[in-house]
Structures are given as structure tokens and as C-alpha cells.
């Protein structure tokens, strides 16, 4: 009885793989409700054609899948060629490997009768569909007028802030703004863009020079989030950049604060409390008497005693009849398995 090897119902040869991915947002198809969302990609058989071009570097031409690089090994000693005994099934063989070649040789090649919606479009589009749906913020129109404040503001915003440091930075260095005899009567500063000159008279003190400067300041923000809420879209918020808060750190442990979680109960005082029932509380019966307890009072006591007495006899009976009918039920199985024994 011949063991013909069952015929594959696909050729690994001839086989295309695909790999299922989403349809690209440049595809036209895309906006098309009836079109598929995802599309077959050709899977590319790289590393396949490279392992094929190594093997026949080491003269390994074999035209299968198989990795015939594993079995190479460094020649580290002589090797000896060894014939094997010939067989009748030689020529048996060969005939059949024969006709396997000729037959691979009239094997058609892999036909795809996909309809064309399920692949990627041939033409696609230069922007993608979400980037033509998002609007498209043009340059910013500012009346002219208010271009000047706003320039004018951030000039002198500048101005201010180099003028508090210099000032302060004279301070800690313990000179005076006086220079022998003459005291500076002006500053001049040419600003930025405009080239306009600001002259002041003497300085002021530094109080004033600072409220006006967190003045300047706030109209500045204004202007700036003003200015950053032209640009705001459906997709674009942009707001102004805040600093982070400060770290407040522990005097004493050098810890921040506000980080670790606040002390409470431990593990084992959680599950001491769990513990706790009826009967660890304290009794009646154990609490001291007071020597001037009323009548009233020792009658309460009294009672409270009697009432504890009973459930403690009433608790010692209910676990004599428990140990009872526990003793009855092991007795039972002991007879019970010694019947079967017997």
C-alpha cells in the first residue's frame, strides 16, 4: 500500500500574505461610508530572500522554507567522507522527485480575484482628511493703534524690571546712587523696536516703582491672553505657561511637605481593632466598687451581675451540647468506617 503525501490545500510557495491595517487618511476612499475601514497590505518577504541569499553564499540552494543556516558549523577539525551502502529505492526516488518537479513546474501561479475596495487606493491625497477638516488659523489682524500698546507695554515692562534690579543689585552691594557730589537726575533707555527714548526725573522709592511694575505686569498678561485667544480653535487651547508652585520643605526632616500620607492607625492597631468583641470589653463583675455607691446604684450592679452570670451559664451549656453532638458525629463515622472494613 503506497503513502501518497496528501496535497496541501495551499501552496506555501505561491501564497500571498496580507496584513489588515486601517485605511490611511489620505485615501479617498476614506470619506466613503460604504468602503471598508480597513484595507490588506502585502506582507513583504524580506527576511525570507535575505536568509535564501546567505544560504547560497555557503553553496545551499535548496528551494524550500526551510533555515538551513542553523545546521552550519565551524569546520574546527578534518572531516572524512564516508560512502553510505547504495539502495534499490534510489532510483525509486529519484523518479518520484522527478515527477514532484515537474509537476511544481505546470502548478499555476497564485491569481487574487479581490474586489479593489478591500486595497489601498492607487492615488492618495496630499493632506489627510482630519487635517482638512481642521480650520486653518490665519495670520493675526491687530488694529494698529492697539499694536502700539501692546509693544509700548512690554517696552516698558522691560524697562521697569531692569531698572528694579540694577537698583536692588546697588543696594546689596552697599554703594548709594550718589557719585561724589551729583546725584543722577535721569535714565535713558532706548527701547526695542520703537527707538524712542524714556527719560525719567529722580528715582522714586521702591514701593511705588514696584506696585507700578505688578501694574505693568497684569496689563502685559491681559494683553497676552488676549492675544493667545485668537489662535484658540477646536483643537487648539493655548493658554500662558504658569510656573510651578514651590516645594515647601520640612525644617526639621528636610522632607516636603504635603507628600507623605497623613500618620493614623499601624497594621497591627487596625487589626487589633478588628479583634475587639464583646468579650474582651470589661465586665461588671471585675470593675471595682465604689465606696459610696447609692442604693440605686448597688441594685443596677447587682443585676448587671445576675444578667452576666446567666449568659455565662447559658454560653457554657450551648458549648457542652456543641462538644456533645460533636462527639456523637465522630463516633458515627468511626462505626460507620468500621462496617466497611468488616
Given at each position: ?20 491595517v ?18 490588506l ?34 569546520a ?46 492607487e ?27 501692546l ?17 536692588l ?35 522714586r ?10 501694574a505693568?505686569?497684569?496689563?502685559l ?69 465604689s ?28 458549648n ?20 466497611k472494613?468488616?
Open positions: 500500500m503506497s503513502h501518497r503525501k496528501k496535497k496541501s490545500f495551499i501552496n506555501k510557495k505561491n501564497a500571498v500574505c496580507f496584513h489588515l486601517h485605511r490611511s487618511q489620505k485615501d479617498r476612499l476614506a470619506a466613503d461610508e460604504t468602503a471598508p475601514r480597513h484595507v497590505l502585502p506582507a513583504a518577504k524580506v527576511e525570507v530572500e535575505k536568509r535564501k541569499q546567505d544560504q547560497c553564499k555557503f553553496g545551499v540552494f535548496f528551494d524550500d522554507d526551510y533555515n538551513y543556516l542553523q545546521l552550519l558549523r565551524e574546527s577539525q578534518p572531516a572524512e567522507l564516508v560512502s553510505a551502502p547504495r539502495l534499490r529505492r534510489d532510483a525509486q526516488q529519484n523518479l518520484q522527485k522527478m515527477k514532484r518537479m515537474s509537476a511544481s513546474l505546470y502548478m499555476q501561479t497564485a491569481s487574487i480575484n479581490l474586489p479593489s475596495s478591500v486595497f489601498t487606493s492615488f492618495e491625497e496630499e493632506v489627510g482628511l482630519l487635517n482638512k477638516a481642521a480650520p486653518v488659523s490665519g495670520e493675526i489682524r491687530i488694529c494698529p493703534a492697539h499694536a502700539s500698546v509693544t509700548n507695554l512690554q517696552n516698558r515692562f522691560y524697562f521697569r524690571s531692569y531698572l528694579i534690579s540694577y537698583s543689585d546697588m543696594f546689596v552691594d552697599g554703594s548709594s546712587f550718589y557719585e561724589g557730589d551729583t546725584r543722577y537726575t535721569g535714565w535713558a533707555v532706548v527701547e526695542g523696536k520703537t527707538g524712542e527714548v524714556l527719560a525719567e526725573g529722580s528715582l522709592g521702591e514701593s511705588a516703582q514696584i506696585a507700578e511694575l505688578h505693568l505686569k497684569a496689563a498678561n491681559l494683553a497676552l491672553k488676549l492675544t493667545a485667544g485668537t489662535y484658540s480653535n477646536l483643537y487648539n487651547w493655548p493658554k500662558l505657561i504658569q510656573d510651578p508652585p514651590k516645594i515647601r520643605v520640612s525644617d526639621k526632616t528636610r522632607i516636603p511637605l504635603d507628600v507623605l500620607p497623613k500618620r493614623g492607625l499601624t497594621a497591627k492597631q487596625v487589626e487589633r481593632m478588628e479583634r475587639i468583641n464583646d468579650s474582651d470589653l470589661p465586665r461588671t463583675s471585675t470593675q471595682p466598687r465606696q459610696d455607691e447609692s442604693a440605686e446604684e448597688r441594685r443596677a450592679r447587682k443585676q448587671a451581675i445576675k444578667m452576666e452570670r446567666k449568659e455565662r451559664r447559658l454560653a457554657k451549656k450551648a457542652k451540647l456543641a462538644f456533645k453532638q460533636e462527639k456523637q458525629m465522630v463516633n458515627l463515622r468511626a462505626n460507620v468506617q468500621g462496617l472494613l468488616s
